[in-house]
């Protein structure tokens, strides 16, 4: 009898292939460089909450683009949608704890959005968060950090995006003089949405709630304040809003760190029912298309729903996947070696060479006793090698080994008890 299986996976769920997996090693190594360089304590919240903790963050609306269930014991329970959420659960609950806590984590997470390019039910990120620091400083560190991990991946062209909930929300009340709170939220609302619908479509959508087309047209000119931080800040002493001195701050802040590509954009106010203050997000120039590739901002009112009002909150969070898709394949590996051989007799002095690179940390390889030299050297090429060492019966006589360089098209007779060195120099 044949069972037929159905080897389909769920809608909005992948597998990671090898290549994508590699680039994903990549963002994960130089994530954890970095965190410890900044003196981030690594840490993994638990991938199931409790429904409750999961709704802290947005309410109940959060049920619609989260998978939750009851468990066998009838809770209400729901797989972690960020990392954010149980990374400020778990600081609230530990009340020893000396801040500032600079926490950091890396992970895959779930959400039950519209599948569709670059963005997946099942999917990674890295977080990075610091409580107990209400200074500008805290939120500098995050940006700089967030900067210099995309440095350091070769995105060259990223630019960070920075505005100023409270900026925003001061033009409205005071310039646009809306003194509803409600109103006010549902203005913001609507500049969250530029770019996704036009100036026109935004206008008559916020007609039906109450909000006027001046107010609206007032508004949104103002979210085309973007530029330089100089430029910016000069445009907001104009217009006399106080609350814009914490941009002021984070401009000094950034260029002592040396963090380049900044504007400011005040357009950027990102979650509304979780962001405070300054928020930002970090986009590719070169792909535009794959819109924020990590964002961030100070979110004081999350610890305070956890029962820690005092305890201050900034961070970011970015996308794995869709900073792999930034990402140029890798180059080969400098320190990786296949070891061929030029008759099946010599495998056993194959396996001795492979045990010696594998033995020092090196990715090392040997060919199939199947295949000819030739079917083994393009296998090495094939797999992304830079190194072959060959392995023949005229230079083992002389006491040698051929290391082939895949990369630089050369190659150089080496004693057979230095090939290791040889490789580490290079």
């Known amino acids: 009898m044949t069972i037929t299986v159905d080897l389909s996976l769920p ?8 290549d994508e997996f590699d680039l994903h090693h990549r963002i994960r190594t130089a994530f954890d460089e970095l ?4 003196n981030f304590r690594s840490m ?3 991938p199931l909450e409790t429904l409750s903790v999961l709704r802290a963050k947005s309410g109940e609306q959060v049920d619609e683009q989260i998978y939750h269930f009851k468990d066998k014991g009838g809770r209400d329970i729901g797989l ?51 409580f107990g620091d209400p200074t500008i400083d805290s939120d500098a560190e995050v940006m700089d950090l967030s900067y210099n991990l995309f440095k ?12 100023d909930r409270r900026v925003v929300e001061e033009y409205i009340t005071k310039t646009l003089r809306v003194s509803s709170q409600e109103k006010t939220i549902e203005m913001m609302r609507a500049l969250d949405k530029v770019g996704k619908k036009t100036d026109e479509e935004l206008i008559r959508e916020y007609e039906t709630k109450g909000v006027r087309r001046d107010e609206m047209s007032g508004l949104l000119e103002f979210g085309r304040t973007t530029g330089s931080p100089d430029k910016v800040l000069t445009r907001l002493e104009e217009t006399g809003l106080g609350s814009a001195q914490g ?3 984070l401009r000094d802040a950034l260029r002592q760190r040396g963090v380049a590509n900044v504007q400011y954009n005040l357009s950027i106010v990102r979650g509304l029912d979780y962001y405070t203050a300054i928020v930002f997000e970090v986009k590719d ?31 970011a969070a970015g996308g794995v996947e869709r900073i792999a898709l930034s990402m140029s394949p890798r180059p080969r590996e400098a320190r990786s070696v296949y070891v061929a051989y030029t008759e099946p007799l010599l495998m056993e002095q194959a396996l001795e060479a492979l045990a010696k690179l594998r033995a020092t940390g090196i990715r090392s390889e040997v060919g199939p006793r ?9 296998d090495a090429s094939a797999t992304g090698f830079r190194w072959v060492l060959i392995i023949g019966r005229k230079e083992l006589d002389s006491g040698s080994y051929l290391l082939r360089d895949l990369e630089e098209r050369t190659e150089t007779l080496v004693p057979s008890g230095e090939f290791l060195s040889y490789i580490g120099a290079r």
Not at 12 to 18: A, H, K, L, T
Not at 80 to 85: A, I, K, M, Q, S
Not at 152 to 163: A, M, N, Q, R, T
């Open 80 to 130: 972690r949608f960020d990392l954010t959420v149980g990374m400020t659960r778990y600081v609230a609950g530990k009340k020893g704890l000396r801040p500032p806590i600079k926490l950091a984590s890396y992970g895959g997470v779930f959400r039950y959005d519209e599948p569709q390019h670059a963005r997946y039910r099942w999917f990674y990120q890295w977080d990075i968060e610091i």
């Open 285 to 315: 120039g070169a792909r535009p298309d794959l819109g924020s590739l990590c964002g961030g901002g100070r979110y004081d009112v999350l610890p305070k729903i956890f029962g820690r009002p005092e305890l201050s909150a900034t961070g």
């Open 35 to 38: 965190v410890r360089a900044y």
């Open 11 to 18: 809608r909005g769920i992948r597998d990671i292939d090898p």
């Open 370 to 378: 199947a295949k000819g030299l030739r079917k083994q050297l393009e």
């Open 152 to 163: 350091k991946l070769g995105l060259s062209e990223v630019i960070l995006h920075v505005g």
């Open 44 to 46: 993994e919240p638990a």
């Open 247 to 249: 941009l002021g701050e």
